[in-house]
């Protein structure tokens, strides 16, 4: 099923569609708008889960995460939830469905109806029967207005040149220091040629990986995103106080 993604401030942005493929669940995020490096999560009324950041491609941003089925029992989709699109270095951990943290939009103001005419009398030259007149229609009430879009932002164009990705990015010896967790720690300690940069409160670590062979931090897995750093594939974390989050 497809399903509308916003921002914070209740502007759609894109669109997500979810696909049941046997055990697993695939979600397809694709948005022909470029908000910046930004964050797809999820929201839900115990909290937020993060599928990763959409990468530019084909003229916006898309995305492509799948999840097993023991990974989406700590997802709850039965109830309502909302899929939004929100800057890469925000804390998510207070984000969870609430008015405050997820605004809806106001709604219009419905139109008042016109009063309806009032007969005029007859003329009375003669004495008439009496009768009652037939009361005048009542004007329809107008349409209401069409809710003003917002403008939407510049979207990039395939001709022009994509930015330096590898801006910023350092060599990381010691990728297993920036986890605290003991299973995770040892197994980032396995990978060479490992990147960091800075994000915001927290550091984002990138691993060399391919679809190929297996991944060493599988403990993890679903918690990165796919991302091409200089032309190679990498899966990006976001490391905060020693855990991906």
């Known amino acids: 099923m497809s399903y509308e993604v916003f921002t914070k401030e209740g502007i759609p942005v894109g669109t997500l569609d979810i696909t049941e493929k046997g055990p697993r669940t695939v979600f397809e995020f694709s948005s022909d708008r470029d908000p910046g490096v930004s964050r797809l999560v ?5 909290g937020s889960f993060s599928l990763g950041i959409p990468t530019r491609r084909a003229g916006g941003l898309r995305l492509t995460k799948t999840l097993t089925r023991l990974a989406m029992a700590d997802i709850s989709l039965d109830g309502e939830w909302r899929a ?5 270095g925000e804390d998510l951990s207070g984000l969870a469905l609430t008015p405050a943290a997820i605004p809806e939009p106001e709604p219009e103001p419905a139109a008042e109806p016109e009063p309806a005419a009032t007969p005029e009398p007859a003329e009375m030259s003669e004495p008439e ?5 037939e009361p005048e229609p009542v004007p329809a009430s107008p349409p209401e207005p069409e809710t003003p879009r917002a403008p939407e932002p510049a979207i990039r164009r395939t001709s022009e040149p994509e930015p330096d990705v590898t801006d910023g990015w350092r ?10 967790n003991d299973v995770l ?33 599988i403990e993890a897995f679903r918690l990165g995103s796919a991302v091409r750093i200089g032309g190679s594939e990498y899966i990006v974390f976001r490391v905060k106080n020693g855990e991906p989050v």
């Open 185 to 217: 720690a040892a197994s980032a300690g396995r990978i060479r040629g490992a990147l960091t940069k800075p994000d915001g409160d927290g550091t984002l670590v990138a691993f060399p990986w391919s679809p190929s062979t297996p991944f060493p931090m």
């Open 171 to 180: 060599q990381e010896d010691d990728p297993a220091r920036l986890f605290k």
């Open 84 to 88: 939004l699109l929100v800057p890469a």
């Open 42 to 46: 999820l929201v839900t009324a115990s």
């Open 129 to 133: 029967p009496a009768c009652t007149p």
